[in-house]
């Protein structure tokens, strides 16, 4: 099959932090500046995962760590605070969507 091999890792942890740091449960494979998106985090699905405010949107990472990255902004480049969030309970997804990120600023 043609094109990019899709990436995806199990979230195991999102700190109450600034900035906010996602850690997988295995080696996640990411680079910095890589474009995610989380998922499966919000509602009762079957029980609360917190996060909300992070579920379904793109985030640009920094990598921290084999199985850790922190979450910034990806056209401000800022660093996200997650310390009012709801606390992460379990569960969710980090999708790989981008190597890259460009914003013209039109």
Same mark, same amino acid.
């Given at each position: 099959?043609?094109?990019?091999?899709?990436?995806?890792?199990?979230?195991?942890?999102?700190? @109450?932090?600034?900035?906010?740091?996602?850690?997988?449960?295995?080696? %996640? /494979?990411?680079?910095?500046? #890589?474009?995610?998106?989380?998922?499966?985090?919000?509602? @009762?699905?079957?029980?609360?995962?917190?996060? #909300?405010?992070?579920?379904?949107?793109?985030?640009?990472?920094?990598?921290?760590?084999?199985?850790?990255?922190?979450?910034?902004?990806?056209?401000? %480049?800022? #660093?996200?605070?997650?310390?009012?969030?709801?606390?992460?309970?379990?569960?969710?997804?980090?999708?790989?969507?981008?190597?890259?990120?460009?914003?013209? /600023? #039109?």
């Amino acid at each position: 099959m043609p094109g990019q091999a899709a990436k995806r890792a199990d979230i195991s942890a999102i700190t @109450n932090a600034s900035p906010c740091e996602i850690t997988t449960s295995a080696a %996640h /494979g990411f680079s910095s500046l #890589d474009v995610v998106r989380l998922t499966d985090l919000n509602g @009762n699905i079957p029980v609360a995962r917190g996060m #909300d405010p992070l579920n379904r949107l793109s985030w640009e990472i920094v990598v921290t760590g084999s199985t850790t990255f922190t979450l910034r902004d990806p056209i401000t %480049h800022e #660093d996200i605070d997650s310390t009012g969030y709801t606390a992460y309970v379990s569960g969710g997804y980090c999708n790989q969507i981008a190597t890259q990120f460009t914003y013209s /600023g #039109d």
